[in-house]
């Protein structure tokens, strides 16, 4: 049923402007320039009458007048959108070139190329110790052996200790759905990182006429433990599964193979970040050649911590515009998290959320936006807790783009990335962030039209077809493009 109110607007917009479609009264409007646009994004939106989704959508060119909005100042949850509120503040706390440091580090002393102690890294949140989209860790734990033999150290007579006391003890983000946690979407965090603290396994099917089923890990060193449940048979639907047990390095393997079954990978997520990357560290290093009598360790596991650590050296990451170009293009959500607390430790001395976060809040009042404008409950926008309009996207959008090189940390059509498979006719003509969510589908961003350059946001929430709601939003960019 439309409203009576609604309709007289429309008719007298309709005599002026042509072209215009029928207008659906789902949502609240604000028709800021009708020259048939307007109309036309009205009719994608309410394509299916039965459609019960909230959708927020802003405009604007890149001098910020509003082209067209719809309930653009009503909250949202965002989803990884929230990702471009803590990546611009990161951007103008710490600046582009921030490299976030590893100190590496011992207690005991050294005499005759043997160290009498324990090597200690200590980490300040770098997530780019991951082969598959930052540095193979494999060589730069290589690179790190030639420097403790450079400083004299070929044996460590004592253990290889991850330091994670710069960082809060907090490994999960508030408000993350506990079904995740076994997805490496939803892997722990913290100071030290390595491969995203998740482990690729393969399973294999039975051979030879048997009926025993194998798997194996990507670990050179023994973390995971396994609880095989799956069976074989060619009555039932194939399918096979790989489930961390919650707080545990516990995975239970379950589903049923078949006779014609082939091989299954499956990627679960680590529990302790800071043991994990100890222990890939100790195995690689032990690998170029040094000698290693001790264990891998997380520091609190030690019943006395060390009370001074001695340097060696300190290994960097890339340049931050570097790092949060992939974090924005990949969504990586563990290095949000990490990069907030990193943040927080550079400007306070303590990595934790809640110091990170005043240093969004600052950002964002500088911008205009009132803490009541958003709610800012983790760094990635894994939480359901957050929420935030699309007129605040904008706004960081809108500051943000004559940063240098800004821009291109965006996902782009056709390139590696969360928009690869989407708008490809318009590479490349847009950048811009998406957030996936079930229920959620969001994408903000600039838009290039011609000479014209557009910045958008458009958020929708509540919708029971995700993969419809991506498609109506890209309808939409295809009509802003025209």
């Keep these: 049923m439309k409203l009576k109110k609604l309709q007289i607007v429309i008719i007298f917009f309709l005599a002026l402007?042509?072209?215009?479609?029928?207008?659906?009264?789902?949502?609240?409007?604000?028709?800021?320039?009708?020259?048939?646009?307007?109309?036309?994004?009205?009719?994608?939106?309410?394509?299916?009458?039965?459609?019960?989704?909230?959708?927020?959508?802003?405009?604007?060119?890149?001098?910020?007048?509003?082209?067209?909005?719809?309930?653009?100042e009503q909250l949202f949850v965002p989803a990884s959108t929230l990702k471009l509120i803590t990546a611009a503040t990161l951007w103008n706390t710490l600046g582009q070139e921030y490299r976030i440091p590893t100190f590496i580090g011992y207690n005991g002393f050294t005499n005759n190329n043997i160290l009498f102690g324990d090597l200690i890294v200590t980490g300040t949140g770098d997530p780019t110790l991951d082969k598959r989209h930052w540095r193979d860790?494999?060589?730069?734990?290589?690179?790190?052996?030639?420097?403790?033999?450079?400083?004299?150290?070929?044996?460590?007579?004592?253990?290889?200790?991850?330091?994670?006391?710069?960082?809060?003890?907090?490994?999960?983000?508030?408000?993350w759905a506990w079904e995740d946690l076994s997805f490496p979407f939803s892997a722990e965090f913290g100071p030290l990182m390595v491969n995203n603290t998740t482990v690729e396994i393969t399973l294999l099917p039975p051979q030879n006429n048997t009926k025993e089923i194998t798997f194996i890990d990507n670990l050179p060193f023994p973390y995971l433990n396994y609880e095989n449940l799956i069976t074989v048979s060619d009555t039932l639907e194939e399918g096979v599964h790989a489930r961390r047990l919650t707080g545990l390095n516990m995975v239970s393997l379950f589903g049923k193979f078949n006779s014609t079954s082939g091989a299954a990978n499956k990627s679960v997520t680590a529990s302790n970040p800071t043991l994990y990357y100890a222990s890939l560290l100790k195995s690689i290093l032990e690998n170029n050649g040094i000698l290693i009598s001790g264990k891998s360790?997380?520091?609190?596991?030690?019943?006395?911590?060390?009370?001074?650590?001695?340097?060696?050296?300190?290994?960097?990451?890339?340049?931050?515009?570097?790092?949060?170009?992939?974090?924005?293009?990949?969504?990586?959500?563990?290095?949000?998290?990490?990069?907030?607390?990193?943040?927080?430790?550079?400007?306070?001395?303590?990595?934790?959320?809640?110091?990170?976060?005043l240093y969004v809040e600052v950002y964002l009042e500088t911008l205009g936006i009132s803490r009541l404008d958003y709610n800012y409950k983790d760094a990635c926008g894994l939480s359901r807790y957050n929420l935030l309009s699309p007129v605040v996207l904008n706004k960081v959008l809108l500051a943000m783009q004559n940063s240098p090189e800004w821009e291109k940390c965006l996902p782009q059509p056709g390139l590696p990335g969360t928009l690869e498979k989407r708008l490809n006719d318009l590479s490349p003509e847009i950048y811009a962030k998406t957030g996936s969510m079930s229920g959620i589908s969001c994408l903000s961003g600039y838009l290039y039209n011609g000479n014209k350059k557009l910045v958008f946001s458009i958020m929708v929430n509540n919708y029971n077809n995700p993969q419809k709601a991506s498609e109506l939003i890209d309808q939409i960019i295809y009509l802003l493009n025209n």
């Excluded at 030639?146 to 994670?164: A, C, F, K």
């Design 297 to 357: 360790r997380d520091i609190d596991e030690l019943t006395e911590k060390p009370q001074t650590i001695t340097p060696l050296f300190t290994s960097y990451s890339p340049q931050l515009q570097y790092v949060i170009r992939e974090f924005l293009q990949d969504s990586n959500n563990q290095a949000g998290e990490a990069l907030l607390r990193t943040m927080a430790w550079q400007e306070t001395g303590y990595g934790s959320f809640e110091n990170g976060k």
């Design 137 to 175: 860790p494999e060589n730069v734990f290589k690179a790190w052996a030639d420097s403790l033999r450079m400083h004299g150290i070929s044996e460590i007579r004592g253990d290889v200790v991850g330091n994670d006391d710069l960082f809060e003890e907090q490994h999960l983000g508030y408000g």
């Design 17 to 72: 402007t042509a072209g215009c479609s029928q207008q659906h009264s789902l949502y609240k409007i604000d028709i800021i320039k009708r020259e048939g646009i307007s109309a036309r994004i009205e009719d994608v939106i309410g394509e299916y009458p039965q459609n019960k989704a909230h959708w927020g959508i802003i405009v604007q060119n890149e001098a910020g007048d509003k082209l067209y909005s719809l309930s653009s």
